[in-house]
């Protein structure tokens, strides 16, 4: 039988808490001190502690300082209210959850059924480590660049915890595969995983898909609806494009964050949110509050451990694994095996990548159609290799070195942009010249630009939605215009 220790120096609630530890079949034990905490960790070290912030005698993450007093025993806080700062200093020191005063049966039921000791959980880590070093897969990733040991390193940490997690990175990336990589190393896997574009679905519905809604709330409500939250209960939440919500709903969002509650539409009744949230999104976080996309105060709510993947031209080292694995599962539904040759692989290592891990996809199937035999040559593979890319983190991209192109298609020479303007002006313009100079054709102005169609689809709405393509960023009198060739100078 599972132990738990209760740490908290209030006695009606940490004698109300356990009893409802023990009927979820606990064995249980109180301490209203740091001094009594002490003797009742040395008596019989529990399974999980659920430790009060504040106790007479100090702090009661002060028990972290004390070597292996905790080391095989799962810490849950008990709050008021799981602040940023307090949600940092926890997630250093190994606290798993949070227990947001009053305490719900619901919410309890949740942290005990997720109940791991450390050493099982290092185990499985150090297992998962195992695998990557003898086949470069983590999880649902793949790859050995020294980039992505670091995002391994972050997942293998954040994983066990219950901390928001915000994944940035350009389109194409993996960034729904980490989510399901930290879900899947997490103790909710057994529950379910939810992915959710913010930007596929309707500003008018989004509301009702994410919370749910009764019965009648509204025209065409002619059931009660499950949202989001209640379909993912227990388990992982990925919210793809956070961006691209709708700006009152992040303020529900936020809400839910704060509180762990929320209502459905056309309800007067609470509901608890058990969910984990694993947000994304393509741009730049600090950006994108600046363009009134994100509000400011739930970016610090869900970047509580950041997570910003590289985009596939930064690690080229790993694109003939990637393309490896990825042409197994077409080869097991095709019924033929075909392999790449090691000039195809040079070949796919040489090219930039655009579109990162999903454009390598498409190429893969692609190649393995039209390739006869059993070899994948290198034959239908991209064939023009650009130049060294810019190190710049905007998302616009350097274009293709002029060989890479034709005359015709040639970028423009230049971009004039005052001094002054924001990086939002600066990229509209470069995108809307180039969009211009290549005759509204989107694929051809994405390749030059080395972002993805879904990025520049995006960004051509949201400039129509400001005043049309045509309208560029406005100038800023009296300031020096600086001249730009396909990057910055």
């Known amino acids: ?6 740490v908290d120096d209030d006695v009606d609630a940490a004698t109300m808490l356990a009893a409802l530890v023990a009927a979820e079949g606990f064995t249980v034990a109180t301490a209203h001190s740091l001094r009594d905490a002490r003797a009742s ?36 806080l008990i709050t008021g209210q799981a602040s940023l700062e307090t949600s940092i200093q926890a997630l250093r020191l190994g606290v798993v959850d949070y227990l947001l005063k009053p305490v719900k049966q619901t919410q309890l039921r949740g942290i005990l059924s997720r109940v791991v000791k450390p050493s099982v959980a290092r185990a499985e880590m150090d297992g998962a480590m195992a695998e990557w070093e003898k086949s470069g897969r983590f999880g649902h990733l793949w790859g050995r660049a020294p980039s992505m040991q670091r995002i391994y390193q972050q997942i293998a940490r954040v994983a066990g915890t219950a901390v928001s997690v915000l994944v940035t990175g350009e389109s194409g990336t993996g960034k729904e595969v980490v989510a399901r990589t930290i879900h899947d190393m997490s103790r909710r896997r057994s529950k379910p995983f939810l992915a959710v574009n913010c930007g596929a679905i309707s500003p008018h519905l989004i509301e009702s898909e994410v919370f749910g809604h009764e019965k009648g709330s509204f025209t065409g409500a002619d059931r009660q609806h499950q949202g989001f939250f209640e379909r993912a209960a227990g388990g992982t939440l990925f919210l793809d494009e956070i961006t691209e919500m ?19 539409v056309g309800s007067t009744q609470v509901q608890e949110a ?21 509000r400011e105060d739930l970016l610090y709510r869900l970047n509580v451990f950041p997570i910003a993947l590289p985009p596939l031209r930064e690690r080229r ?9 990825l042409v197994l599962p077409i080869c097991q539904s095709e019924g033929k095996t075909k392999r790449f040759t090691p000039a195809a692989l040079a070949k796919l290592a040489a090219y930039r990548w655009p579109g990162n891990v999903r454009e390598l996809r498409n190429v893969v199937q692609r190649s393995y159609v039209m390739s006869d035999g059993s070899q994948i040559t290198d034959e239908w593979l991209p064939s023009d290799v650009p130049r060294a890319p810019s190190s710049s983190s905007s998302p616009v991209e350097a274009a293709p070195a002029p060989e890479a192109v034709s005359e015709d298609d040639a970028p423009p020479l230049s971009v004039t942009i005052a001094i002054g303007s924001t990086m939002a002006q600066a990229e509209r313009q470069l995108i809307l010249a180039t969009f211009a100079h290549f005759k509204q054709q989107r694929e051809r102005t994405a390749s030059a630009l080395g972002i993805s169609l879904k990025t ?23 300031k020096r215009p600086v001249q730009l060739g396909s990057s910055l100078q």
Do not use: C, W
Not at 246 to 264: D, H, N, S
Not at 317 to 325: G, S
């Open 456 to 478: 520049l689809y995006n960004r051509l709405r949201e400039y129509a939605e400001d005043g049309g393509p045509e309208a560029g960023p406005p100038s800023v009198p009296g």
């Open 41 to 76: 960790l040395a008596m019989q070290p529990p399974d999980i502690v659920l430790l009060d912030l504040h106790l007479p005698d100090g702090k009661g993450m002060s028990l972290f300082e004390e070597e292996g007093l905790l080391s095989n025993s799962q810490v849950a």
């Open 317 to 325: 080292e790993d694109v003939p694994l990637l393309a490896e694995q």
């Open 246 to 264: 709708p700006a009152e709903l992040q303020v529900k969002l936020l809400r839910v964050l704060e509180t762990g509650t929320y209502m459905r």
């Open 274 to 294: 058990d969910v984990r949230i694993v947000a994304a999104t393509n741009r730049v976080p600090e950006q994108a509050v600046t363009d009134g996309k994100l």
């Open 1 to 6: 039988m599972s132990h738990a220790l209760i």
